[in-house]
């Protein structure tokens, strides 16, 4: 990882070819994840995103927002799409605490792929946009799993841009239970436990 000061730019009208890849971020014993790295393919190196996927909790991988992510890797965007524990394997705070672990992951291997993690930013839709808030609000909290290879790495982020987001996870079960929604209500009441971890 390089500490000293990039000069990044960034040009929304620039077009480049990307390159479309998978890699091991994280292996927790039979677990293996993987993100989803879109590189541009030019001089670099480029401002970077971690990409965190919606789909109430429950739903989803690192290639729900694959045109999306394709589109900002054309414009210069080095974006790393992350696979992370969703509710139908564990509950909160374990998808923070991956998402944590992935971003310090990708500040130690963003120059790996051209990019930059120097402001690294986070984007989120959905309840990826809700989780990439948290991850931004709390980028010490979810520090749970270690990250050997740079402990003084943070979870932090420079900024987040977040598309529809769940900011009022309870607001939204009121909805969905008004709506007699019992899949949605089941993934929130999955994810957060309760309406007061909600």
Do not use: C
């Amino acid at each position: 990882m390089t500490t000293s000061s990039t000069k990044l730019s960034y040009n929304p009208s620039a077009h480049y070819e990307v390159k479309t890849f998978d890699v091991e971020y994280r292996r927790d014993g039979d677990a293996i994840y993987l993100a989803r790295i879109f590189q541009p393919q030019g001089e670099g190196p480029f401002p970077t995103l971690i990409d965190i996927h919606g789909g109430a909790w429950a739903n989803g991988d690192r290639l729900m927002n694959e045109g999306t992510d394709v589109v900002l890797a054309e414009s210069g965007l080095l974006i790393a799409a992350v696979d992370f524990r969703t509710s139908t394997s564990a509950p909160h705070p374990a998808a923070q605490q991956d998402i944590d672990y992935a971003t310090r992951w990708l500040k130690a291997h963003a120059t790996d792929f051209n990019g930059s993690p120097e402001g690294l930013g986070g984007v989120g839709w959905s309840s990826g946009g809700h989780q990439v808030m948290l991850a931004a609000m709390r980028p010490r909290a979810y520090a749970d799993i270690p990250f050997a290879e740079a402990p003084q790495l943070d979870g932090s982020l420079a900024y987040v841009i977040m598309g529809w987001p769940v900011i009022d996870p309870l607001a939204r079960y009121k909805l969905a239970q008004g709506r007699n929604n019992e899949d949605l209500m089941a993934n929130h009441i999955r994810y957060f436990g309760s309406e007061d971890g909600m």
